[in-house]
């Protein structure tokens, strides 16, 4: 009885992919849940040396990050491709409604390099956009819809796809990389304000004060900054709270570098490397040099942690001038991302 429930179950599960090409033993199939993450790690590792992605991802980060999911249910939302039994990609979709109100419907389609030169990750992206165009059918016609996609300049395969798909590049991040951490600037905090630990009590405040300085920039959506993000975010090995340097003006959180270093990342790679990520200062605090105060010391903390180079991201077009203050601080551009577009209408 327990093995027809499941061959049931199995059957129940199966999709059609029409676009996808007839290949001994290709099926693909809907989300099981958390048994699934194992298999979504080894597409992430198997894939991740020939796209020249740089980083380390465990089955808690992937269930970690699955579990504060937004507007996406992966037992819809998901599509997985499978030659005889085993799992050689997925994809997800999911939407986003800008502080513009341009409705971004976003998604993406993993697949083994080995599988894609054979028309696989073509059919995907095609099953995700049915299914977007799905989800945008109940929402209304208020404003301009777009279908979005990341690809970092390593993905070659996923950015040609793009392109003969239709998309176009709209807009470009870089990683950045200091790559020693000598000759530090000295850069004063402006009168009153002061560098102090963060208790627990103060987790909250800090993240409502990025909140509120994230809210200017490019690519900020309010639902990512929800109850349940923040508990993952608390949760994940990124939460370094005795990295962070957070300025203060009394009991307000005046700007913040919340750096972390990831020891198994820096195993693999072979360095030495601490990230001054989430870098924000709000909005009474800005052009009196808090911001570059804060990255300084956050070079001292680092090296004083053991590390040799220090490690950001920022949007190629940030509208308070961050390349440029990055720049100034010693970071180079080390790899490029762009982020693709194509009218969902």
């Not at 639902?223 to 090995?237: L, V």
Request: hydrophobic share 40%; charged share 25%.
């Amino acid at each position: 009885m327990a093995i027809l429930e499941r061959f049931i179950a199995k059957t129940e599960n199966v999709v059609s992919v029409p676009e996808a090409s007839a290949i001994a033993g290709l099926t693909f199939r809907g989300f099981r849940g958390p048994e699934d993450y194992p298999a979504m790690l080894a597409v992430l590792h198997g894939s991740k040396q020939v796209d020249g992605i740089e980083r380390i991802d465990t089955v808690e980060d992937i269930a970690l990050n699955y579990s504060s999911l937004t507007n996406s249910d992966p037992f819809q939302d998901m599509l997985f491709a499978e030659i005889r039994g085993q799992v050689i990609g997925y994809s997800r979709v999911w939407w986003w409604k800008n502080l513009e109100d341009t409705q971004l419907y976003q998604h993406f389609a993993l697949l083994l390099p080995q599988w894609r030169e054979t028309g696989v990750r073509r059919a995907m992206l095609r099953y995700n956009e049915r299914r977007l165009r799905e989800i945008a059918a109940g929402h209304p016609l208020d404003g301009p819809r777009f279908f979005e996609v990341w690809a970092s300049e390593g993905e070659t395969d996923w950015s040609s796809l793009l392109e003969r798909e239709g998309y176009q590049p709209f807009r470009y991040g870089f990683s950045m990389v200091r790559p020693n951490l000598e000759n530090i600037p000295d850069c004063p905090l402006p009168e009153g304000i002061e560098i102090r630990p963060v208790p627990p009590e103060s987790y909250r405040a800090v993240w409502e004060a990025a909140r509120e300085a994230f809210r200017d920039e490019w690519g900020y959506f309010e639902d990512e900054w929800g109850d349940a993000q923040f508990e993952s975010f608390c949760k994940s090995r990124w939460f370094q709270p005795h990295l962070w340097q957070v300025a203060w003006d009394g009991d307000q959180v005046a700007g913040m570098v919340l750096n972390f270093i990831l020891d198994d990342e820096n195993v693999e790679y072979k360095r030495l490397r601490g990230y001054t990520e989430t870098i924000c200062v709000r909005r009474p605090y800005r052009k009196q040099g808090v911001a570059k105060a804060l990255i300084a010391r956050s070079f001292h903390l680092l090296r004083e942690q053991g590390m040799t180079e220090a490690s950001l991201s920022v949007d190629a077009e940030n509208p308070s001038g961050a390349l440029q203050l990055y720049q100034s601080m010693g970071f180079a551009v080390n790899r490029r991302e762009a982020v693709y577009r194509k009218p969902l209408d």
